[in-house]
């Protein structure tokens, strides 16, 4: 049920690749909310995924944009303001991607180059839109952003290789930038720690299925899905929480404080 929570708020989603993506559900449930927002993704991406069809359904453009490249987000800000008419009030950072995963690479096999890769678009990419968006004063006060994080960020989960570096400095990005930003302009930035839920990138991680599988009946609530995921967003997003920044939220069914379930423990009875 909608509650217009968004209304008169402008913002950019990154990351809508296709239905499965989660910024994908993030974007329609701000649409819902009464919010108005640019998408963008990267050329390739936008090439290959549909994210046109979100652009139409949420009566919205989309705009190009490399989050690794400081030019790039330069005009996709400059871009989303002229279109919304104003500053931006939220932005959703949805962003992952290991060529070291991609490639199944065994964690004492990492090539260099592909790790260096995967931090640069998984993490310093937030740092990129943070740094851009301070330097040229395109955010509101008391503007949101989230980006979206995982437990391996602090825990060993053996497909999640190179992906658990760049969790743990895309978390202490948004602890730090959350301060200079804070104390600045009151920018909240904080970390969605999410259950896993198939998509295009999650599909990459060797034994996804399994991890799944594992975390929804260790979970006393169950995974959180792309829709409870967008709930959080919204509410994030919105007024309600105006003083709540620099955290890491795990919106995981309880995963995180689990050591051990009665589902899991029967398996090896
Ligand atoms: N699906 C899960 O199980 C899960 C769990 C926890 C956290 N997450 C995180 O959620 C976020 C979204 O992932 P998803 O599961 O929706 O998968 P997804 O594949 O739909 O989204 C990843 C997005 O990153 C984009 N991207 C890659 N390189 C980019 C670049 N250089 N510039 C701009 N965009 C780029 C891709 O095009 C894609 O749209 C990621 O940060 C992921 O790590 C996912």
């Known amino acids: 049920m909608a509650c217009q929570l968004l209304k008169g708020k402008r913002g950019i989603i990154f990351g809508a690749l296709n239905t499965n993506s989660i910024a994908w559900t993030v974007a329609e449930y701000c649409f819902k909310e009464g919010a108005t927002f640019t998408l963008t993704n990267t050329p390739v991406a936008i090439r290959l995924g549909n994210t046109h069809d979100l652009a139409e359904a949420s009566k919205t453009i989309v705009i190009p944009a490399d989050a690794t490249n400081t030019e790039d987000l330069k005009i996709l800000y400059e871009k989303s303001i002229e279109f919304l008419g104003g500053k931006i009030d939220f932005v959703l950072h949805s962003i992952g991607m290991s060529k070291n995963v991609l490639k199944n690479r065994e964690y004492h096999e990492l090539d260099y180059t592909d790790f260096l890769k995967t931090l640069d678009i998984s993490a310093v990419s937030l740092h990129k839109l943070m740094q851009t968006a301070y330097q040229n004063d395109y955010l509101n006060e008391f503007a949101s952003v989230i980006t979206l994080s995982y437990i391996g960020a602090h825990r060993v989960f053996e497909g999640y290789s190179d992906m658990s570096h760049a969790k743990a400095l895309l978390e202490s990005i948004v602890r730090n930038f959350g301060y200079h930003y804070g104390k600045a302009r009151n920018v909240r930035i904080n970390a969605v720690s999410q259950s896993p839920a198939y998509s295009t990138a999650s599909k990459a991680v060797a034994g996804f299925d399994k991890m799944f599988d594992f975390s929804n009946q260790m979970s006393p609530l169950g995974n959180a899905t792309a ?33 051990m379930s009665s589902d899991v423990l029967l398996k090896f009875t």
């Open 227 to 259: 829709q409870d995921c967008a709930g959080l967003c919204v509410a994030l997003f919105s007024d309600l929480t105006t003083k709540l920044t620099m955290q890491t939220i795990y919106n995981d069914g309880g995963f995180s404080n689990v050591g």
